[in-house]
């Protein structure tokens, strides 16, 4: 047979594509786009939501806002100007659509992990790489719709006591890190949630004792329930965390944000009785003081 004429082999036109490409979420200097004296710049929300299986990450987006300066801590929309870092309120006036904004101090003794634990709160991606630079951070966070800014204060112990730390900054949470792998550390933590005790912190503000490095788990020193009952016996939360595996880190953050929307302040008066009454126990547990027992 002869074969057939007068037809083609079938040609496909190559397929395009038909959604447009996803824009660079880090956008380049040269996007920056100004407005008047002001620059449109871009920060990164870190978004999380609490689930009867724990804390889920809903990854990171990122947000547009005019500002003045590129050193701003503002977390607002695009149609509102910078907050001064000196200035931050710690509620938004009712009907203001900026997110609150607190201050969170990192606390412990030196090489206790505070600032690579303040470097992984950044972003949702494990970077061993990341800046590692002390100081102070921003870190906006997004927990069930509601969104936050954490100024997070990381200092050398070397350079900044705890005394100092509360009379600069204000902290509204004191995040006391120790290693599990040096039990000298978790004596200056002791010494550091006395002080925070002593000085009323804990029952006004937010305190949470983390152990870290628990990664080093044949290097350890510290037992899991010897800081339990430590976070216990002060009043405080507990939580165990390894910067290195980016484990329970989320989960930290998370807590951090939670502990300022319980509003500590509302029991205040209620510790302030139960202080009282329990002041001589809590003070022979972390300091092994025999107080004698009045007839």
Request: glycine residues 8%; charged residues 25%.
């Amino acid at each position: 047979m002869s074969p057939r004429r007068g037809r083609r082999a079938p040609s496909y036109r190559l397929r395009t594509a038909s959604v447009p490409a996803v824009p660079r979420l880090t956008p380049m200097l040269g996007q920056l786009r100004r407005c008047g004296d002001q620059h449109q710049e871009y920060y990164r929300v870190r978004s999380f939501s609490i689930t009867p299986n724990g804390v889920f990450n809903l990854g990171d987006s990122f947000k547009s806002r005019l500002s003045c300066s590129v050193n701003s801590v503002s977390s607002t929309s695009s149609n509102r100007s910078d907050v001064s870092p000196t200035r931050l309120p710690r509620n938004p006036p009712d009907g203001d659509l900026a997110p609150a904004r607190f201050r969170v101090a990192m606390l412990g003794a030196s090489g206790v992990g505070k600032t690579a634990l303040t470097c992984q709160f950044t972003v949702s991606e494990y970077d061993s790489s990341l800046d590692e630079d002390i100081g102070q951070k921003i870190v906006s966070v997004m927990l069930d719709g509601r969104e936050a800014q954490l100024e997070i204060v990381d200092h050398p112990a070397a350079e900044m006591s705890v005394e100092t730390c509360c009379s600069t900054y204000g902290p509204d949470v004191f995040v006391v890190v120790y290693s599990v792998v040096d039990r000298s550390s978790l004596a200056v933590a002791e010494d550091m949630l006395l002080f925070l005790w002593k000085g009323g912190f804990v029952a006004s503000r937010g305190v949470i004792l983390a152990g870290n490095k628990a990664d080093l788990e044949r290097r350890r020193e510290v037992p899991m329930p010897v800081g339990r009952k430590l976070a216990s016996t002060c009043g405080c939360k507990f939580i165990e965390t390894s910067s290195g595996l980016d484990h329970n880190v989320d989960e930290l953050l998370v807590g951090i944000l939670a502990q300022l929307q319980l509003n500590p302040w509302r029991d205040l008066e209620k510790k302030k009785k139960q202080k009282v009454g329990g002041g001589q126990r809590i003070l022979k547990n972390l300091l092994g003081m025999k107080y004698k027992s009045q007839s």
